[in-house]
């Protein structure tokens, strides 16, 4: 009997023990994973996605607006014939209707059917929404679909190196690359928001039960200072020019010289933003405000300003060297055509683009008070525009700067800058001296809410008499200059053509050159400046008979879109 009693006390005590290791188990080692799971039971979740902002022009018609894609994808454990689900869908998700084309996508997703092992499986990205709901009309077993955020352009690929892209970062989230979309990604993008709620054991929402909400924060609407009518015109006629000039590149910027606003801006090579994929990385760069250039030319103008500023030069003044080539160290300067002219003015200097004559007035100015203009320009620093992917190629420090180097840079050789920042530069001779910011967006909106940016003037760097100067000086350059068979009669403009030599294995190549032309109008209270830049155009070497010409045929254009109208 005490055996038996002895033998239940020892089985009463290990039941006792079992059941303490057991309840401290789940009470202490799965704790929290239990209070978790019972939490998932109790509550049901589900997240708002928050809609992208829009991208506007200035008459806030959309450059850029969201819509909704879908992704298609295989819930397996439902699929009951996938020979039979893969023929119907590729009828639907192939690239084309060709039978190649079906047949190839009827096989890749057979492969995927037959390959995979999880359950749940993506078959095919931005799906339209047309798509969808053919697809759901079949209400076929074994598939479904997820919203996916997509941007679509109403002008097609116009404008995509300024507008960017939305894209995939690492972890699968979209984002904003390159323009705006990359610089602007955090207000464009919104904040989520979400709906918690009560549930049973079968997850349906209790009718009572507690409930958290959330409304997701849409993104900020970008109201930017692009003309629409412009920018298309900009990218019609560069497409025609680069064929007809045969080009290997170009690009065109213009821009409100007053407040540095941006009106147009293109270039090509560019890509269609609605198929980013399908294109490579050095694709995206935009030549405007990543890629530098030696401007030749059309640096002298702001040399000559910086000559009037100084003091150290008149328009009446002479050039008392402009009778030979010019020689600086072991090198000569010479004129583009080999001909040189005695006591040539400061008007004869820009007319004929004397090289000559710009080695004068870098003589009189030295290397450090050139330098110091130079960065007053904003030359060698950012610009700071609000685009994403800005660089500045360096100039030399100043106290470096050797005679070839300041007689070079006089006529707009041995300096790089980029198309940004010799517009934003000349817009100084046009404001009548003043620094501008270069910028894409005007004001943020969501709503009835907006915000207006402001952009005042920066420092005056050229006194208003040295604009003036300069202004009559490029007036007299375009009237009586080698491209003035191009200007549209009774028009003035000031501008200047340039055409430098290309670097090519640490010397100029004699045949391959960059053309450009840059001017503003009205001379008086300008309402625009635009920059042309060709690269390496194969019908002529020479500015005047490529850059320049297309300037005018796009300024017909744009002079009575602007209210400008011709003097007589």
């Given at each position: 009997m005490q055996n038996r009693l002895r033998f239940i006390s020892i089985a009463f005590l290990v039941g006792i023990c079992a059941l303490g290791v057991r309840l401290f188990y789940w009470q202490v080692v799965k704790g929290e994973d239990l209070?978790?799971?019972?939490?998932?039971?109790?509550?049901?979740?589900?997240?708002?996605?928050?809609?992208?902002?829009?991208?506007?022009?200035?008459d806030m018609s959309h450059l850029v607006a969201s819509r909704d894609q879908w992704l298609l994808f295989g819930d397996m454990p439902l699929v009951e014939d996938p020979k039979a689900l893969a023929e119907t869908l590729s009828t639907f998700t192939s690239e084309s209707?060709?039978?190649?084309?079906?047949?190839?996508?009827?096989?890749?997703?057979?492969?995927?059917?037959?390959?995979?092992?999880?359950?749940?499986?993506?078959?095919?990205?931005?799906?339209?929404?047309?798509t969808k709901k053919k697809l759901d009309e079949l209400e076929l077993k074994g598939i479904g679909f997820e919203a996916q955020e997509s941007r679509y352009y109403p002008e097609a690929s116009a404008a995509a190196h300024l507008l960017g892209f939305l894209g995939k970062d690492n972890e699968g989230n979209d984002t904003g690359y390159f323009g705006l979309e990359g610089y602007y990604d955090l207000v464009l993008s919104g904040k989520p928001g979400f709906v918690e709620r009560e549930s049973n054991a079968a997850g349906v929402p209790i009718l009572f039960g507690e409930a958290r909400e959330k409304a997701a924060q849409h993104g900020v609407d970008l109201v930017t200072g692009v003309d629409k009518t412009i920018q298309i015109l900009v990218e019609k006629h560069l497409k025609k020019g680069i064929e007809k000039y045969g080009a290997k590149?170009?690009?065109?910027?213009?821009?409100?010289?007053?407040?540095?606003?941006?009106?147009?801006?293109?270039?090509t090579p560019s890509y269609d933003a609605s198929r980013y994929w399908e294109f490579n990385n050095a694709d995206f760069v935009n030549p405007i405000t990543s890629y530098s250039f030696e401007p030749g030319s059309i640096m002298k103008p702001l040399v000559m300003a910086a000559g009037f500023d100084a003091g150290?030069?008149?328009?009446?003044?002479?050039?008392?060297?402009?009778?030979?080539?010019?020689?600086?160290?072991?090198?000569?300067?010479e004129t583009w055509d080999q001909k040189y002219h005695a006591n040539s003015t400061m008007q004869d200097i820009i007319i004929r683009s004397d090289n000559v004559g710009m080695v004068y007035i870098g003589n009189k100015l030295g290397s450090d008070k050139l330098y110091d203009y130079f960065d007053s320009f904003g030359f060698g620093r950012l610009t700071n525009i609000d685009l994403q992917g800005e660089m500045s190629p360096q100039m030399r420090p100043r106290g470096t700067w050797n005679i070839v180097d300041q007689a070079t840079a006089s006529f707009g050789q041995g300096i790089a800058v980029t198309p940004l920042q010799m517009i934003t530069a000349f817009s100084i001779i046009a404001?009548?001296?003043?620094?501008?910011?270069p910028h894409v967006v005007e004001k943020l909106a969501s709503g009835d809410w907006s915000h207006e940016i402001s952009f005042p003037k920066g420092k005056q760097v050229l006194s208003t008499k040295a604009t003036t100067q300069?202004?009559?000086?490029?007036?007299?350059?375009?009237?009586?200059?080698?491209?003035?068979?191009?200007?549209?009669?009774?028009?003035?403009v000031a501008g200047k053509t340039g055409t430098a030599q290309i670097a090519v294995s640490g010397h100029y190549d004699e045949e391959k050159t960059n053309a450009s032309f840059i001017a503003y109008a009205p001379p008086e209270n300008p309402k625009f400046v635009m920059l042309i830049t060709l690269s390496e155009p194969e019908s002529s070497q020479w500015a005047s008979e490529?850059?320049?010409?297309?300037?005018?045929?796009?300024?017909r254009d744009i002079f009575p879109h602007m209210g400008i109208k011709p003097e007589n």
């Amino acid at each position: 009997m005490q055996n038996r009693l002895r033998f239940i006390s020892i089985a009463f005590l290990v039941g006792i023990c079992a059941l303490g290791v057991r309840l401290f188990y789940w009470q202490v080692v799965k704790g929290e994973d239990l209070s978790r799971q019972a939490k998932t039971q109790q509550k049901s979740a589900s997240q708002r996605r928050a809609n992208r902002g829009n991208i506007l022009a200035r008459d806030m018609s959309h450059l850029v607006a969201s819509r909704d894609q879908w992704l298609l994808f295989g819930d397996m454990p439902l699929v009951e014939d996938p020979k039979a689900l893969a023929e119907t869908l590729s009828t639907f998700t192939s690239e084309s209707t060709e039978v190649a084309s079906v047949s190839a996508e009827k096989s890749r997703l057979l492969t995927i059917f037959s390959e995979t092992e999880s359950s749940w499986v993506p078959l095919k990205n931005r799906l339209t929404t047309e798509t969808k709901k053919k697809l759901d009309e079949l209400e076929l077993k074994g598939i479904g679909f997820e919203a996916q955020e997509s941007r679509y352009y109403p002008e097609a690929s116009a404008a995509a190196h300024l507008l960017g892209f939305l894209g995939k970062d690492n972890e699968g989230n979209d984002t904003g690359y390159f323009g705006l979309e990359g610089y602007y990604d955090l207000v464009l993008s919104g904040k989520p928001g979400f709906v918690e709620r009560e549930s049973n054991a079968a997850g349906v929402p209790i009718l009572f039960g507690e409930a958290r909400e959330k409304a997701a924060q849409h993104g900020v609407d970008l109201v930017t200072g692009v003309d629409k009518t412009i920018q298309i015109l900009v990218e019609k006629h560069l497409k025609k020019g680069i064929e007809k000039y045969g080009a290997k590149a170009g690009s065109i910027i213009v821009m409100d010289p007053m407040n540095g606003a941006i009106l147009a801006m293109a270039a090509t090579p560019s890509y269609d933003a609605s198929r980013y994929w399908e294109f490579n990385n050095a694709d995206f760069v935009n030549p405007i405000t990543s890629y530098s250039f030696e401007p030749g030319s059309i640096m002298k103008p702001l040399v000559m300003a910086a000559g009037f500023d100084a003091g150290v030069i008149t328009p009446e003044s002479i050039c008392d060297i402009c009778n030979a080539p010019y020689k600086v160290d072991k090198y000569f300067i010479e004129t583009w055509d080999q001909k040189y002219h005695a006591n040539s003015t400061m008007q004869d200097i820009i007319i004929r683009s004397d090289n000559v004559g710009m080695v004068y007035i870098g003589n009189k100015l030295g290397s450090d008070k050139l330098y110091d203009y130079f960065d007053s320009f904003g030359f060698g620093r950012l610009t700071n525009i609000d685009l994403q992917g800005e660089m500045s190629p360096q100039m030399r420090p100043r106290g470096t700067w050797n005679i070839v180097d300041q007689a070079t840079a006089s006529f707009g050789q041995g300096i790089a800058v980029t198309p940004l920042q010799m517009i934003t530069a000349f817009s100084i001779i046009a404001n009548g001296g003043y620094q501008v910011v270069p910028h894409v967006v005007e004001k943020l909106a969501s709503g009835d809410w907006s915000h207006e940016i402001s952009f005042p003037k920066g420092k005056q760097v050229l006194s208003t008499k040295a604009t003036t100067q300069m202004k009559d000086i490029l007036v007299g350059g375009v009237k009586y200059g080698e491209a003035k068979w191009a200007v549209p009669k009774g028009y003035r403009v000031a501008g200047k053509t340039g055409t430098a030599q290309i670097a090519v294995s640490g010397h100029y190549d004699e045949e391959k050159t960059n053309a450009s032309f840059i001017a503003y109008a009205p001379p008086e209270n300008p309402k625009f400046v635009m920059l042309i830049t060709l690269s390496e155009p194969e019908s002529s070497q020479w500015a005047s008979e490529t850059a320049a010409p297309l300037w005018f045929t796009i300024a017909r254009d744009i002079f009575p879109h602007m209210g400008i109208k011709p003097e007589n």
